[in-house]
């Protein structure tokens, strides 16, 4: 985990102002950051993220996105409550995850030409045997930087100027405002910014996700079961069965589905035309 | 200094403000305030706005408190990458005994009784979840 410029920024500040005799206890509201007039041209009901220490003047907290990624709401229309996904992420988390493993092999039978029973235990029997464990949990190591997430209550300024063409904005609505179009390309899809070269509007992953969706994976697993031989001081044949032949016998069932953890808030995504 | 002095000014130079506009107020250009971070179609930002390099590959988690904001998780992601992960995994696979009136000898086909380990690592996967990369700019002061 790293911090970036307003952490430290604030961090710093604090401590200034702690040797100049004040208090130096945390300030996470830094509510002496209060912005000042104008306003801005945003709608009410937008939801922005912000590289600062406070929300604008007219902007507030988006406390339903902290602590999650927003994914742009798939289709038309509003959302419920019940429009998050998963358990929100302290600043710095890495979600980890598991999954279920069940493998399972089947051991042919050999037989000796002399009876079972008492007393050699060396050989086993035959049959299937299996194990059924959780893997070790791991990190989806997919990566995020924490932005500060604000909704605008108050109404747009206006003599403040136009927002850009191409902008897209997140809405707490049914529906997108006047000179806003849905983003139909992002609809079900976690947004990544781009990388320096990358192409711009590449999907890449799965399939967008249906609403409430926890997307889960899995993956492949092989191995082999190779016994160790028991000598036994009899031909083989009639008529002692039922035992374990001795080789390599591989298994390959994928593990259980997990989710990879990563909560998140649908929220509807617009475009200024 | 006092303590709301030292935090303005410093907060000032950490979203890069200058000049004599307050934090929070639309930059000239358009009516975006500054410090905003918003996706755009295209591969550039527009006038008044600048990469949001901090952000390049990676996902944005929202926060509440600025104290938080900044903080970064893994390595960014190189263009459409589907990072994939692994688990490793212990297991063992018990084969029970089965007793024989023989003494030991040279006849090996039978499978001997004891737990056999069967670990390992899984096969490498993606998270399964569905991405789109976007430019991402920031409203500069």
Same mark, same amino acid.
């Given at each position: 985990?790293?911090?970036?410029?307003?952490?430290?920024?604030?961090?710093?500040?604090?401590?200034?102002?702690?040797?100049?005799?004040?208090?130096?206890?945390?300030?996470?509201?830094?509510?002496?950051?209060?912005?000042?007039?104008?306003?801005?041209?945003?709608?009410?009901?937008?939801?922005?993220?912000?590289?600062?220490?406070?929300?604008?003047?007219?902007?507030?907290?988006?406390?339903?996105?902290?602590?999650?990624?927003?994914?742009?709401?798939?289709?038309?229309?509003?959302?419920?409550?019940?429009?998050?996904?998963?358990?929100?992420?302290?600043?710095?988390?890495?979600?980890?995850?598991?999954?279920?493993? #069940?493998? @399972?092999?089947?051991?042919? @039978?050999?037989?000796?030409?002399?009876?079972?029973?008492?007393?050699?235990?060396?050989?086993?029997?035959?049959?299937?045997?299996?194990?059924?464990?959780?893997?070790?949990?791991?990190?989806?190591?997919?990566?995020?930087?924490?932005?500060?997430?604000?909704?605008?209550?108050?109404?747009?300024?206006? @003599?403040?100027?136009?927002?850009?063409?191409?902008?897209?904005?997140?809405?707490?609505?049914?529906?997108?405002?006047?000179?806003?179009?849905?983003?139909?390309?992002?609809?079900?899809?976690?947004?990544?910014?781009?990388?320096?070269?990358?192409?711009?509007?590449?999907?890449?992953?799965?399939?967008?996700?249906?609403?409430?969706? #926890?997307?889960?994976?899995?993956?492949?697993?092989?191995?082999?079961?190779?016994?160790?031989?028991?000598?036994?001081?009899?031909? @083989?044949?009639?008529?002692?069965?039922?035992?374990?032949?001795?080789?390599?016998?591989?298994?390959?069932?994928?593990?259980?589905?997990?989710?990879?953890?990563?909560?998140?808030?649908?929220?509807?995504?617009?475009?200024?035309? | 200094?006092?303590?709301?002095?030292?935090?303005?000014?410093?907060?000032?130079?950490?979203?890069?403000?200058?000049?004599?506009?307050?934090?929070?107020?639309?930059?000239?250009?358009?009516?975006?305030?500054?410090?905003?971070?918003?996706?755009?179609?295209?591969?550039?930002?527009?006038?008044?706005?600048?990469?949001?390099?901090?952000?390049?590959?990676?996902?944005?988690?929202?926060?509440?408190?600025?104290?938080?904001?900044?903080?970064?998780?893994?390595?960014?992601?190189?263009?459409?990458?589907?990072?994939?992960?692994?688990?490793?995994?212990?297991?063992?696979?018990?084969?029970?005994?089965?007793?024989?009136?023989?003494?030991?000898?040279?006849?090996?086909?039978?499978?001997?009784?004891?737990?056999?380990?069967?670990?390992?690592?899984?096969?490498?996967?993606?998270?399964?979840?569905?991405?789109?990369?976007?430019?991402?700019?920031?409203?500069?002061?």
């Amino acid at each position: 985990m790293t911090r970036s410029a307003p952490a430290l920024a604030l961090a710093l500040a604090l401590a200034v102002a702690g040797c100049a005799g004040s208090s130096s206890a945390p300030d996470a509201a830094a509510p002496d950051l209060a912005p000042l007039p104008p306003g801005d041209s945003l709608p009410t009901n937008a939801i922005a993220f912000f590289h600062a220490l406070a929300c604008p003047q007219g902007w507030s907290a988006y406390g339903r996105a902290a602590g999650r990624f927003v994914v742009p709401t798939p289709g038309t229309g509003g959302i419920a409550d019940g429009g998050v996904v998963g358990a929100p992420l302290a600043a710095g988390d890495d979600p980890a995850h598991a999954h279920a493993i #069940d493998e @399972s092999v089947t051991l042919p @039978s050999t037989s000796f030409a002399g009876v079972t029973g008492c007393c050699n235990n060396g050989p086993a029997a035959a049959g299937t045997v299996g194990f059924s464990v959780t893997s070790a949990t791991a990190s989806t190591n997919l990566p995020y930087v924490t932005l500060l997430v604000c909704k605008k209550s108050a109404p747009p300024e206006s @003599s403040a100027l136009p927002l850009p063409p191409g902008m897209m904005l997140f809405f707490d609505a049914d529906a997108c405002p006047d000179g806003f179009s849905q983003t139909a390309a992002t609809e079900g899809r976690h947004l990544v910014a781009l990388p320096d070269g990358g192409t711009p509007g590449a999907t890449f992953g799965g399939p967008p996700l249906a609403r409430g969706e #926890d997307r889960g994976h899995s993956h492949a697993v092989s191995g082999a079961l190779t016994t160790t031989a028991s000598g036994v001081a009899l031909a @083989s044949g009639c008529c002692g069965g039922g035992y374990a032949q001795s080789g390599s016998y591989p298994f390959a069932a994928p593990t259980a589905n997990a989710s990879s953890g990563l909560p998140y808030v649908h929220l509807l995504q617009c475009t200024k035309n | 200094m006092t303590r709301a002095a030292a935090i303005a000014a410093v907060a000032a130079l950490a979203i890069g403000s200058v000049g004599t506009r307050a934090f929070g107020d639309p930059p000239g250009g358009d009516g975006a305030p500054a410090g905003m971070v918003a996706f755009f179609n295209g591969a550039t930002c527009p006038g008044g706005w600048t990469r949001a390099t901090y952000a390049e590959g990676r996902l944005i988690l929202g926060v509440t408190s600025g104290v938080f904001v900044g903080v970064t998780v893994g390595a960014p992601l190189a263009s459409a990458e589907d990072r994939a992960h692994a688990h490793t995994f212990a297991a063992a696979m018990q084969l029970a005994v089965k007793s024989i009136s023989a003494a030991g000898g040279g006849n090996n086909s039978a499978a001997a009784a004891m737990a056999y380990p069967a670990g390992g690592t899984t096969g490498a996967a993606p998270s399964g979840l569905p991405f789109i990369q976007l430019r991402a700019c920031e409203r500069t002061p």
